[in-house]
């Protein structure tokens, strides 16, 4: 049976005191209470906080800045603009986590001039390249840019800056915007293969960010990847994680997985966009569905296999954000749910060519070739399961036809 969800706005009290209620004493927060402390995922809750409406000066948002403060490596040292992720007793560089840092130190209330703010907005100016071709961010110094550490860097410093005046950062952000421009697509989209489309929107909340601030875009650049996105809506909602190289050396043991949270993020950017159609789609709709359907009713929180303090603190700020069209969340309609899945027909034929392959054994004529085909066979029933086994024949149908449609608007040329 389908399930109606009450308006996600509900869900922001509820969130807010969890997070709050598992903030550890030294002021920081985990992944899930009781694991270790990160400087990451604190500054992730004090953006969602803040971003939700809590106060930047309440007590326990101050004693999470502490925390940061705390977690700064010396700016006397080498990269001590950065705050670094301890491995093995070493200290290595991560711009994504100074990036993050910076925009919660900015919402608790501290300024560019702030000694640990100023040392690592010094630190992040540095690191951009300089090239005639490439204006953003690498994820290690003198790495070619890569679209999400130029995304976080983007996100950070127009949060500081100000278009209308000629300050120290509009050079480099409005560069920075060049850059974004060479990662995009013909088809309106950025980013390859499973990070299409969590690089995509990362690139729409980027360039919505830039209309709000009055930075100069294509508007049509945001519209035609948010169209992407809406055209794709199964890669859309798919979860991802990209691993980030921040280690110098060969071991990698400084690098790790940076996972999405791509519901929250596609419902502060369909919320954002300037097209009213957009938040009458069937993902607009899906992507309140499926916040809800993680939200924990005895925590407060949101989780993926358990609560995580960087999901609830995503998903409240983008409710927060959304809030003004956010309304209750209706049953999927029986429709969609009923008909024949054509996954049920894949399996099926995935039981028959095991048949075949024990009928060929028993005949003893299951040689190399014979195989390498059922193997290959076997191997497209499972891929395509995983990605249509819930659609009817009808859905089916209805997405290639709507995603023939949506390739005969090509984007607008820059």
Same mark, same amino acid.
């Given at each position: ?23 550890? +004493? ?8 009781? @694991?270790?402390?990160?400087? %990451? ?33 010396? #700016?006397?040292? +080498? !990269? ?62 003198? !790495?070619?840019?890569?679209?999400? +550490? ?7 410093? *127009? ?34 293969? #499973? ?22 875009? #294509? ?10 996105? %809406? ?5 859309? %909602? ?12 060969? @071991?990698?043991?400084?690098?790790? =997985?940076?996972?999405?949270? *791509? ?34 009713? +005895? ?18 700020? @983008? ?19 009923? =008909? ?32 390498? #085909? ?23 149908? =209805? ?7 949506? @390739? ?7």
């Amino acid at each position: 049976m389908n399930k109606a969800f009450p308006s996600l706005t509900e869900r922001e009290q509820p969130s807010r005191e969890w997070l709050l209620k598992t903030q550890d +004493p030294s002021g920081g927060w985990a992944e899930h209470p009781g @694991s270790h402390l990160s400087s %990451l995922n604190t500054a992730e809750v004090i953006i969602g906080l803040v971003g939700s409406g809590v106060d930047a000066g309440h007590a326990q948002i101050q004693k999470a800045i502490e925390f940061l403060e705390t977690d700064h490596v010396d #700016v006397s040292a +080498p !990269d001590g603009g950065a705050w670094c992720r301890r491995v093995k007793g070493r200290l290595v560089p991560d711009i994504m986590r100074t990036c993050v840092i910076v925009r919660a130190l900015i919402s608790g209330g501290r300024g560019v001039a702030y000694p640990v703010v100023a040392a690592a907005l010094a630190w992040l100016l540095a690191r951009q390249n300089t090239g005639a071709d490439d204006r953003g961010w690498g994820f290690r110094r003198g !790495d070619k840019s890569e679209l999400l +550490p130029t995304c976080f860097a983007l996100r950070t410093l *127009m949060r500081i800056s100000d278009a209308s005046t000629n300050d120290r950062w509009k050079k480099p952000i409005t560069d920075a915007l060049e850059q974004l421009k060479r990662f995009r697509k013909p088809d309106g989209s950025f980013g390859e293969g #499973v990070l299409k489309a969590p690089h995509t929107l990362q690139a729409v909340l980027v360039l919505q960010t830039a209309r709000v601030c009055e930075f100069p875009i #294509v508007a049509t650049t945001e519209v035609d990847a948010l169209k992407w996105l %809406l055209l794709n809506q199964d890669d859309a %909602l798919a979860p991802v994680e990209e691993t980030l190289p921040i280690e110098t050396d060969r @071991s990698g043991d400084g690098n790790y =997985g940076y996972t999405f949270p *791509m519901y929250a993020g596609l419902l502060q950017a369909i919320a954002g966009s300037t097209v009213e159609q957009h938040r009458k789609t069937t993902l607009w709709t899906d992507v309140q569905r499926f916040l809800s359907r993680d939200f924990d009713e +005895p925590t407060g929180a949101f989780f993926g296999s358990r609560a995580f303090s960087w999901s609830t603190a995503s998903a409240l700020y @983008s409710i927060r954000e959304a809030e003004r069209f956010l309304r209750d969340v209706p049953a999927r309609p029986e429709e969609d749910a009923t =008909g024949t899945k054509v996954g049920n027909w894949i399996l099926g034929l995935a039981v028959l060519l095991f048949g075949g392959v024990v009928y060929l054994a028993q005949q003893q004529r299951f040689t190399p070739l014979v195989a390498i #085909v059922f193997g290959f066979l076997m191997l497209a029933c499972l891929l395509a399961y995983g990605r249509i086994r819930e659609k009817t024949f009808g859905q089916l149908v =209805g997405a290639v036809l709507s995603r023939e449609a949506g @390739s005969e608007r090509k984007p607008a040329k820059e």
